[in-house]
């Protein structure tokens, strides 16, 4: 599969694609994707998730009473910090997150901000798990991907791309 790589490049600001949804969805499977296809590094919470349970299941003072705030919080925080270093660099990166809380939704809208960076919102739902508009601010880029058809890459980049060069503001998009 050949990269449009060049065609993403059209645009030359540093750019935050964060892909949310619940575990239960392919979300992992696209984000990767994407960022296979376009090149870009992939912060993924999940695998922060997976390295902190793995320090403390490892620490030699395992506490079971471990606050639910280090489960929920530190590893979007940590992702955060690592997403901010790349857009530091004015890269482009994809975001994989469940993004369960608005405020970690308005976390990243101020994260973005402040790196004068593009956010784009990739919401992934299926039957079970329906559209969530809560997360609604006014000039950030949405799109929705129904993760119960099958998802072309190849397919969806140009659209992606379109979305990001839109101005602010832009109503959010249904995608197949």
Same mark, same amino acid.
């Given at each position: 599969?050949?990269?449009?790589?060049?065609?993403?490049?059209?645009?030359?600001f540093?750019?935050?694609?964060?892909?949310?949804?619940?575990?239960?969805?392919?979300?992992?499977?696209?984000?990767?994707?994407?960022a296979d296809?376009?090149?870009?590094?992939?912060? @993924? *919470?999940?695998?922060?998730?997976? #390295?902190? &349970?793995?320090?403390? !299941?490892t620490?030699?003072?395992?506490?079971?009473? /471990?606050?639910?705030?280090?489960? @929920? *919080?530190?590893p979007?925080?940590? #992702?955060? &910090?690592?997403?901010? !270093?790349?857009?530091?660099?004015?890269?482009?990166? /994809?975001?994989?997150?469940?993004?369960? *809380?608005?405020?970690?939704?308005?976390?990243?809208?101020?994260?973005?901000?402040?790196?004068?960076?593009?956010?784009?919102? /990739?919401?992934?739902?299926?039957?079970?798990?329906?559209?969530?508009?809560?997360?609604?601010?006014?000039?950030?880029?949405?799109?929705?991907?129904?993760?119960?058809?099958?998802?072309?890459?190849?397919?969806?980049?140009?659209?992606?791309?379109?979305?990001?060069?839109?101005?602010?503001g832009?109503?959010?998009?249904?995608?197949?």
């Amino acid at each position: 599969m050949e990269s449009k790589r060049g065609e993403a490049e059209q645009f030359n600001f540093p750019t935050m694609i964060a892909i949310k949804g619940p575990s239960s969805v392919k979300k992992t499977e696209i984000a990767t994707k994407l960022a296979d296809f376009l090149h870009y590094p992939l912060i @993924d *919470e999940a695998d922060v998730i997976v #390295a902190l &349970q793995n320090s403390i !299941t490892t620490s030699p003072t395992n506490d079971s009473s /471990i606050s639910a705030e280090y489960y @929920d *919080e530190l590893p979007f925080k940590i #992702a955060c &910090q690592i997403t901010s !270093t790349q857009l530091d660099l004015k890269l482009k990166v /994809i975001f994989n997150t469940v993004l369960s *809380e608005r405020s970690h939704f308005e976390h990243l809208v101020q994260l973005a901000n402040s790196h004068e960076a593009c956010l784009l919102v /990739i919401d992934c739902e299926d039957e079970n798990h329906g559209f969530n508009d809560c997360y609604s601010v006014g000039n950030v880029r949405k799109l929705k991907i129904d993760t119960t058809k099958a998802f072309v890459v190849e397919e969806f980049v140009p659209a992606m791309l379109q979305a990001v060069e839109l101005p602010q503001g832009n109503p959010s998009k249904q995608l197949p």
